[in-house]
T-cell receptor
Framework: AQSVTQLGSHVSVSEGALVLLRCNYS??????LFWYVQYPNQGLQLLLK??????LVKGINGFEAEFKKSETSFHLTKPSAHMSDAAEYFC???????????FGRGTSLIVHP | DTGVSQNPRHKITKRGQNVTFRCDPI?????LYWYRQTLGQGPEFLTY????????KSRLLSDRFSAERPKGSFSTLEIQRTEQGDSAMYLC??????????????FGPGTRLTVL
């Protein structure tokens, strides 16, 4: 079975500060990993994905994530937060051959001016 | 608009009533998924179609829930004899038929169900 743990239900940063959203996974086989963003009253949108290629993955809107097998982590970062980044962020994992990702509980990113 | 659409966006019903939601996926996508999302939680998988075939159902899906995808295009999710615990956001997603576990799912805006 696979699972995802997102540390911190809320993360608050100032505009221009580093964003770090944490995700740890457990999987019995090499996983595929995803970060999705959800803006209020909207569906989820894929930010980036790891599919066993480069361990540092660049996504949309300046976000990136690094797959660290030894730490079973896939943390999401952005060097400089923007007000428009305020949203709910979900980490998800699926194992090869499965079409069904398991989502974490989400982290709400709050950006202060 | 060529994204995933869901109707209605909001539904308020009384306990014991039946409700039906519709999802129209991206036209060239052969895979369609239903999820349920409650406040403070990530989406939980309910069921999955490849074309018109329902290939997987979660243990979360009680027998009051039924989903169909006739002709492999749009899908409906029906909940019979609704309970207050069914109140949630119901999300639909679709994806193309890539191999393995890498499948970017495109999500609709969801249908928010409130059971009074």
């Amino acid at each position: 079975a696979q699972s995802v743990t997102q540390l911190g239900s809320h993360v608050s940063v100032s505009e221009g500060a580093l964003v770090l959203l944490r995700c740890n996974y457990s999987s019995s086989v090499p996983p595929y990993l995803f970060w999705y963003v959800q803006y209020p009253n909207q569906g989820l949108q894929l930010l980036l994905k790891y599919t066993s290629a480069a361990t540092l993955v660049k996504g949309i809107n300046g976000f990136e994530a690094e797959f660290k097998k030894s730490e079973t982590s896939f943390h999401l970062t952005k060097p400089s937060a923007h007000m428009s980044d305020a949203a709910e962020y979900f980490c998800a994992v699926s194992k090869g051959g499965s079409y069904i990702p398991t989502f974490g509980r989400g982290t709400s990113l709050i950006v202060h001016p | 608009d060529t994204g995933v659409s869901q109707n209605p966006r909001h539904k308020i019903t009384k306990r014991g009533q039946n409700v039906t939601f519709r999802c129209d996926p991206i036209s060239e996508h052969n895979r369609l998924y239903w999820y349920r999302q409650t406040l403070g939680q990530g989406p939980e998988f309910l069921t999955y179609f490849q074309n018109e075939a329902q290939l997987e159902k979660s243990r979360l899906l009680s027998d009051r829930f039924s989903a169909e995808r006739p002709k492999g295009s749009f899908s409906t999710l029906e909940i019979q004899r609704t309970e207050q615990g069914d109140s949630a956001m119901y999300l639909c997603a679709s994806s193309s038929g890539t191999s393995g576990g890498y499948n970017e799912q495109f999500f609709g805006p969801g249908t928010r169900l409130t059971v009074l």
